[in-house]
């Protein structure tokens, strides 16, 4: 027992060893140099704690914070209720059931930046052509080109990819729902509203939780969808943190300010999600 006890052991050791390499190592290092005024390269010195008082300081950075709230917040809840609505759907009793399913999670298959340029040749082409063939003068400007609404095209984007993954999630919790309780219900009168909010919903509550919780924590870590779209812009509408540390510590010579940046921002990740876990898993219990 022992002996098969240090073998599992010493299979541990290389992916234990590997994930604190490029992983816990980095992120060491990272907490360390917010404390410096490293420039990413060159020397440096320990500047204390004067990072993370400038962050609070720096109104671009309380711009990234608003934008990425505000994508992240919408994004959640509109993912979420497409996802549940389409897994309802494929969970009828109707044809090609399998094929859907395998159509509807295409787009998670495909690349956020062949997404994003796809997307940006819609918005900025395809859209604004049409509209104006058929007389629709709201839409036939480029909408990424306002600083008012380009964060609506980079949501559009990021609902119709995140979609796929999320609705095999609710997928997998509708098929724990048993056939038998529906019946019941359907002899007692109850409508399909009143099936889904007091039988199905409650059951699947745990998957509700889980993707309202990675789908938030995605969204705040808004990347690749920002630089395939918009980049940023129009001016600075559109710079989500994880861009406005990107550019900051890798082009602006500002690697130290903005690993304080990103500590910060780590730190409010960890406690929204921690937030969310609870008070979501407090209202599964209610139910």
Known sequence: MKSKQ???????????????LFHTFPLLQGVFYSFTNW????????VGLSNYFNVFQDMRAWSAYGFTFQFAIVSTLLVNLFSLLVALGLNANIKFQKTLRAIYFLP???SIL???FIF?????????QLATLIGVEALSTNI??????????VVIMAVWQAVAFNTILYLAGLQTVPAEVFEAASIDGANPWQRFWKITFPIIAPFFTINMVLALKTFLMVFDHIIALTGGGPGY???SISVLIYRGGFEGGQFGYQSA?????FIVIVALSIFQLRVLQKREVQQ
């Open 6 to 20: 240090r073998a599992y052991l010493l299979m541990t050791i290389p992916a234990v060893a590997l994930f604190f």
């Open 39 to 46: 420039r990413g390269y060159g020397d440096w010195e320990f």
């Open 144 to 153: 990424l080109g306002s600083p008012d609404h380009a964060w609506i095209g």
């Open 261 to 265: 940046n990103a500590v910060i921002y």
């Open 108 to 110: 998670n298959i495909l």
């Open 120 to 128: 940006q040749f819609i918005f900025t082409l395809f859209l604004p």
């Open 114 to 116: 062949i997404v994003g």
């Open 237 to 239: 509408s559109t710079e």
